[in-house]
T-cell receptor, first 115, second 114 residues
Framework: KAGVTQTPRYLIKTRGQQVTLSCSPI?????VSWYQQTPGQGLQFLFE???????NKGNFPGRFSGRQFSNSRSEMNVSTLELGDSALYLC??????????????FGPGTRLTVL | QKEVEQDPGPLSVPEGAIVSLNCTYS??????FMWYRQYSRKGPELLMY????GNKEDGRFTAQVDKSSKYISLFIRDSQPSDSATYLC??????????????FGTGTLLAVQP
């Protein structure tokens, strides 16, 4: 099976712009979770989508949003970019069963730099 | 105070050494404990998964969970240069439904010197 793919791999934007990142999960996986990784804060949970519905949300401002399509592919959007949004954005897919038996597989991430 | 605390390192050991990596946590609701390994410029990959307290062994890797002390460990025996990576602990709690929210430590950077 192909792994989780994320596009683009690298992105440079300026403050105030918006950005859309894409994630294609492993075939058959229905859950997609998004995380932000920074050196100071580590990996922080953004949100999870399951069958096109947001199932859980982390403590990020409303500028961070996402969606999931019927084929389980997911996008996340960040509007009005700030310098502090510079980070590695990771997507993880899983079958979407109970957390106790579900394994999350991570993609390589999108490195976003905000200038 | 963060829910999960992890010593960021860096940790440098000679090849063949036993490595001990640790995390502490404050949320007693956590029941699922994982260790991920992340190589430079890659996404994290799952190494070990443990439910509740106890030990789990997989080859050179052993994961321990002590829920009474809110403390988890990962031991690497006979460490190899290929083990050089960032190791992340992660924890999850049942949230009244099937959700996948994991809380991660900040990661420990390990370098195994040949």
């Amino acid at each position: 099976k192909a792994g989780v793919t994320q596009t683009p791999r690298y992105l440079i934007k300026t403050r105030g712009q918006q950005v859309t990142l894409s994630c294609s999960p492993i075939s058959g996986h229905r859950s997609v979770s998004w995380y932000q990784q920074t050196p100071g804060q580590g990996l922080q949970f953004l949100f999870e989508y399951f069958s096109e519905t947001q199932r859980n949300k982390g403590n990020f401002p409303g500028r961070f949003s996402g969606r999931q399509f019927s084929n389980s592919r997911s996008e996340m959007n960040v509007s009005t970019l700030e310098l502090g949004d510079s980070a590695l954005y990771l997507c993880a897919s899983s079958e979407g069963r109970d957390i106790g038996t579900d394994t999350q597989y991570f993609g390589p991430g999108t490195r976003l730099t905000v200038l | 105070q963060k829910e999960v605390e992890q010593d960021p390192g860096p940790l440098s050991v000679p090849e063949g050494a036993i490595v001990s990596l640790n995390c502490t946590y404050s949320n007693s609701a956590f029941q699922y404990f994982m260790w991920y390994r992340q190589y430079s410029r890659k996404g994290p990959e799952l190494l070990m998964y443990t439910y509740s307290s106890g030990n789990k062994e997989d080859g050179r890797f052993t994961a321990q969970v002590d829920k009474s002390s809110k403390y988890i460990s990962l031991f690497i025996r006979d460490s190899q240069p290929s083990d050089s990576a960032t190791y992340l602990c992660a924890m999850g709690a049942p949230l009244g439904g099937a959700t996948n929210k994991l809380i991660f430590g900040t990661g420990t950077l390990l370098a195994v010197q040949p």
